[in-house]
């Protein structure tokens, strides 16, 4: 238990400074454009990331069968979350086994994005157009264009 503690804080003191950056950046952007994600905030779309965090917030809170309507594809996070810590931390190994993993996870992801995109966008959360993005301030054509190809 000692040696999985020492490798946590070991893990914190190499990459706190990072994390905090992350943190801050997370606060600050979400204060300013009231949305995290840049490809929200530039273009308006969801990405294939959008939900997970309200699907992991769900997940915690007892509520999976919300979480699967906010990203379908948390569950295989989580299960890449646990295997990950687990040989961190446990077992002592880098990362680099995940590699392969974290590319199923994310090609997983990306086919439930697309599937997303086809059967529920734009008519739910988080699967939503949002108006209000870089773009369309730039060219309000863009806001209209996207608007009347989706009527």
Same mark, same amino acid.
């Given at each position: 238990?000692a040696?999985?503690?020492?490798?946590?804080?070991?893990?914190?003191?190499?990459?706190g *400074?990072?994390? *905090?950056?992350?943190?801050?950046?997370? $606060?600050?952007?979400?204060?300013?454009?009231h949305? $995290?994600?840049?490809?929200?905030?530039?273009?308006?779309f969801?990405?294939?990331?959008?939900?997970m965090?309200?699907?992991?917030?769900?997940?915690?809170?007892?509520?999976?069968?919300?979480?699967?309507?906010?990203?379908?594809?948390?569950?295989?996070?989580?299960?890449?979350?646990?295997?990950?810590?687990?040989?961190?931390y446990?077992q002592?190994?880098?990362?680099?086994?995940?590699?392969?993993?974290?590319l199923?996870?994310?090609?997983?992801?990306?086919?439930?994005?697309?599937?997303?995109?086809?059967?529920? $966008?734009?008519?739910?959360?988080?699967?939503?157009?949002?108006?209000?993005? $870089?773009l369309?301030?730039?060219?309000?054509?863009?806001?209209?264009?996207?608007?009347?190809?989706?009527?």
């Open positions: 238990m040696l999985i503690k020492n490798r946590i804080k070991e893990d914190i003191r190499h990459n *400074l990072p994390i *905090l950056v992350i943190v801050f950046a997370w $606060f600050a952007v979400t204060l300013i454009f949305r $995290f994600c840049p490809m929200v905030i530039v273009t308006g969801p990405c294939p990331g959008c939900g965090t309200r699907a992991l917030i769900s997940f915690i809170t007892l509520h999976p069968i919300r979480a699967m309507q906010y990203n379908p594809s948390y569950p295989f996070w989580i299960v890449v979350l646990i295997i990950g810590a687990y040989q961190r446990v002592g190994k880098s990362f680099n086994a995940l590699k392969y993993p974290l199923i996870v994310a090609t997983i992801t990306i086919g439930v994005y697309i599937w997303r995109l086809t059967h529920v $966008f734009p008519s739910t959360e988080p699967m939503v157009y949002t108006h209000q993005n $870089f369309a301030f730039i060219s309000p054509k863009y806001d209209s264009a996207v608007t009347s190809f989706f009527q």
